[in-house]
């Protein structure tokens, strides 16, 4: 079957499609045929050695993808040959806080991930998908939308009326405005398009930030929010904007720091002890579970930015290097 492999961090050099052997499903696991996948920023910063020192040796690229039960192996419950699925991206996560020994095991970097025609997967490690959404669309929800939810409704979950703060139109933050105002939040969200700001506010935005117009944006939020400042800031800018942040959030508010991508130096004089950083990495089994029921009973859909085909995985890598899409990159098996 064919597959592309990560060897190594040299860019766009590091995956090739290469030919493997067919996987079978053992005790406990299933066999999927793949039908979609999507990118998420990680995936370049695993390729461009920009994920803290980690270079792959031939495992599957990918975090996220869905596809069809094909084969289920012996003492197999969970599932049953027809069912639509998607691989959660962590491979040993299920349920309750995050261990030291999850992060190593999440999909497409040192563990294979979901990029092949075929793979096996433990049924413990895999989620049904909502039936109203096409592949394509469900796709995209073990990494970006998983992380927007697990921000959003974690340890001190979204309350409605409060207010939300997203930087971008990228697929954590797409999804994060739609999944906030069906919370009933406000939502601010930024860009540096007035035409991504559109589309914000079509998934759900109620006021918009251009921030080259503004470049000191966290002035624009305290205004916004007559100097109080918001509950909720889904930050993902990295080390340029995680000091506005900070300075856009009201006392008790919360900074969600998404994974690698925010960076920087931060004085501690500016949280402790009225606002709250917290770290954010995607989410378990049973929080992608969860998302999925609030996904469903809203009718959520993703918002895709482009589409290609397998043959041209490449390209897809390429189009999220050139960050000029809103929401997420999504991959076909067969385009129609």
Same mark, same amino acid.
């Given at each position: 079957?064919?597959?592309?492999?990560?060897?190594?961090?040299?860019?766009l050099?590091?995956?090739?499609l290469?030919?493997?052997?067919?996987p079978?499903? $053992?005790? &406990?696991q299933? +066999?999927?045929?793949? /039908?979609?996948?999507? $990118?998420?920023y990680?995936?370049?910063?695993?390729?461009?050695?920009?994920?803290?020192?980690?270079r792959?040796k031939?495992?599957?690229?990918?975090?996220?993808?869905?596809?069809?039960?094909?084969? *289920?192996?012996?003492?197999?419950?969970r599932?049953k040959?027809?069912d639509?699925?998607?691989?959660?991206?962590?491979?040993?996560?299920? =349920?309750?806080?995050?261990?030291?020994?999850?992060?190593?095991k999440? %999909?497409g970097?040192?563990?294979? #991930?979901? @990029?092949?025609e075929r793979i096996?997967?433990?049924?413990?490690? =895999?989620?049904?998908?909502?039936?109203? !959404?096409?592949d394509a669309q469900?796709?995209t +929800?073990?990494? =970006?939308?998983?992380?927007?939810?697990?921000?959003l409704f974690?340890? %001190?979950?979204?309350?409605? &009326?409060?207010? *939300?703060?997203? @930087? #971008?139109?990228?697929g *954590?933050?797409?999804?994060?405005?739609?999944?906030?105002?069906?919370?009933?939040?406000?939502?601010?969200s930024?860009s540096?398009?007035?035409?991504?700001?559109?589309?914000a506010?079509? +998934? &759900?935005?109620?006021?918009l930030?251009?921030y080259? /117009?503004?470049p000191?944006?966290?002035?624009?939020v !305290?205004?916004?929010?007559?100097?109080?400042?918001?509950?909720?800031v889904?930050?993902?800018?990295g080390?340029?904007t995680?000091? %506005?942040?900070?300075?856009?959030v009201?006392?008790?508010?919360?900074?969600?720091?998404?994974?690698?991508?925010s960076t &920087?130096?931060?004085?501690?004089?500016?949280?402790?002890?009225?606002?709250?950083?917290?770290?954010?990495?995607?989410?378990?089994?049973?929080?992608?579970?969860?998302?999925?029921?609030?996904m469903?009973?809203?009718?959520? %859909?993703?918002?895709? #930015? /482009?589409v290609?085909?397998?043959?041209d995985? !490449?390209?897809?890598?390429?189009?999220?290097?050139?960050?000029?899409?809103?929401?997420?990159?999504v991959i076909?098996?067969?385009?129609?």
């Amino acid at each position: 079957m064919r597959a592309y492999e990560l060897n190594g961090a040299n860019g766009l050099a590091s995956v090739s499609l290469t030919e493997r052997p067919e996987p079978t499903a $053992l005790r &406990g696991q299933i +066999l999927i045929e793949m /039908k979609a996948w999507s $990118l998420n920023y990680r995936d370049l910063l695993i390729i461009n050695d920009n994920y803290n020192g980690l270079r792959p040796k031939g495992a599957l690229a990918l975090s996220d993808g869905v596809g069809e039960v094909i084969s *289920v192996g012996p003492d197999v419950t969970r599932f049953k040959v027809g069912d639509r699925v998607s691989p959660t991206f962590s491979s040993t996560w299920i =349920a309750g806080p995050m261990t030291a020994a999850d992060p190593p095991k999440f %999909r497409g970097a040192l563990v294979d #991930g979901v @990029l092949a025609e075929r793979i096996a997967c433990d049924e413990q490690h =895999a989620v049904r998908v909502p039936d109203y !959404l096409s592949d394509a669309q469900a796709a995209t +929800l073990p990494c =970006a939308a998983l992380t927007a939810f697990n921000a959003l409704f974690g340890p %001190r979950p979204l309350v409605s &009326g409060e207010t *939300v703060l997203t @930087l #971008g139109t990228g697929g *954590v933050s797409s999804f994060a405005i739609q999944l906030a105002a069906k919370a009933g939040a406000r939502v601010i969200s930024t860009s540096s398009s007035d035409t991504k700001l559109e589309e914000a506010r079509k +998934l &759900g935005a109620t006021d918009l930030i251009n921030y080259r /117009k503004h470049p000191e944006w966290q002035q624009e939020v !305290l205004r916004l929010t007559n100097g109080r400042g918001v509950d909720h800031v889904v930050e993902v800018g990295g080390g340029g904007t995680i000091e %506005r942040s900070v300075a856009s959030v009201a006392i008790g508010g919360q900074v969600h720091m998404i994974g690698a991508l925010s960076t &920087g130096t931060l004085s501690p004089r500016t949280l402790v002890p009225w606002k709250t950083l917290r770290g954010i990495m995607v989410g378990s089994r049973a929080d992608h579970e969860a998302m999925n029921r609030m996904m469903a009973y809203h009718q959520i %859909r993703p918002v895709i #930015g /482009k589409v290609f085909a397998f043959d041209d995985a !490449l390209g897809a890598y390429g189009c999220l290097e050139e960050a000029a899409h809103t929401g997420k990159i999504v991959i076909e098996r067969s385009l129609t």
